[in-house]
């Protein structure tokens, strides 16, 4: 698909880096609207891209924590002040895993219509046993808001090629969307070959780009409001027409409360992402005891034990000041 012409595109390309760099601050009605806001939009991406944004261009040190050598990236953004109160490696490319599904999210909530009804094809779930999956069946029919909600929720990788198929027409397609969207974000150091964040070589991100695209998100109430359940109910009907209901859980170890929250922070969900080549990551959106936001990456630690613990001090020393031992 092509939404806008290659001269456009290195403009904005060029734009975009240049302000990183110094610091400064199938549906055819779904295709149809993508192309059409893509192409409104892209002159003025530059304009506005550093707005409202927590911008660096290099480490943050942050006083009392110190990132664990397994883990590859960590950063922690203050959105009521806009500032980088901790950066590690942060524009490093890395392997996302499933966090892969941010990017997803955001087109779906940009060019969806959540109350349109899906049918899952045969391709959606030909996935490997080990693939993380919502339980859908091809022929299942079931809204594009609760593949939505399975998609961030369960990490659901059904979900993601069932959404993409309709978004677009093809996963190939999709991944185009992707990509030029990112660009519309500023996350101009990513890649993005699927949906899901099932390991191709070619597929990476940033920590920051990350940052960015969960940042866009969590713009959208709905957003916050799907990563804040403690589970979702999906009514599905199969290709018989029988009803069924599928239970969703989130997958990050706070919101399930396998792991307590760190004293004086409330994390509100995210979206978390494993596989051999990313190591165990996590971004998640939280607040203080006064309701002030926050959002904070950890890439590529080697265990959920270090990750949950990495991400713990983070919290605890970046948000409520607690110098973690």
Not at 132 to 153: E, H, M, P, S, W
Request: charged fraction near 15%.
């Amino acid at each position: 698909m092509k939404c806008i012409n290659k001269i456009k595109l290195l403009f904005i390309v060029s734009m975009i880096s240049s302000l990183i760099l110094t610091g400064c601050g199938s549906s055819s009605t779904a295709a149809s609207e993508y192309e059409k806001t893509t192409y409104n939009q892209s002159l003025k991406t530059y304009d506005f891209f550093a707005k409202d944004l927590c911008v660096t261009n290099t480490n943050v040190d942050l006083t009392g924590y110190t990132t664990d050598t397994t883990v590859h990236a960590a950063g922690l953004f203050d959105l009521s002040q806009d500032k980088v109160l901790y950066a590690d490696r942060i524009f490093d490319q890395l392997y996302p895993a499933s966090t892969t599904k941010v990017m997803t999210a955001y087109i779906v909530l940009k060019y969806g219509n959540l109350d349109d009804e899906v049918t899952v094809s045969e391709n959606a779930v030909t996935l490997s046993a080990d693939a993380q999956v919502c339980g859908l069946q091809a022929g299942d029919k079931l809204t594009l808001g609760a593949l939505l909600n399975g998609l961030i929720l369960y990490s659901g990788n059904d979900n993601a090629i069932a959404i993409a198929e309709y978004m677009a027409g093809s996963v190939s397609a999709f991944a185009d969307m992707m990509n030029a969207e990112a660009i519309q974000l500023g996350a101009t150091h990513s890649h993005f070959m699927n949906p899901h964040g099932l390991h191709e070589d070619d597929h990476y991100t940033t920590a920051y780009d990350l940052y960015l695209i969960f940042n866009a998100c969590c713009n959208d109430q709905r957003f916050l409001d799907i990563i804040s359940q403690t589970s979702y109910n999906a009514t599905i009907a199969d290709s018989a027409g029988e009803m069924r209901t599928e239970v969703w859980e989130p997958t990050n170890y706070y919101s399930l409360g396998t792991v307590a929250m760190p004293d004086g922070v409330r994390v509100f969900g995210g979206k978390t992402g494993t596989t051999d080549e990313a190591g165990n990551c996590v971004i998640l959106y939280s607040v203080n005891m006064e309701n002030a936001p926050y959002i904070s990456v950890v890439m590529g630690a080697d265990s959920k034990d270090r990750l949950y613990q990495d991400m713990g001090s983070l919290l605890s020393t970046g948000i409520t000041g607690t110098i973690s031992q």
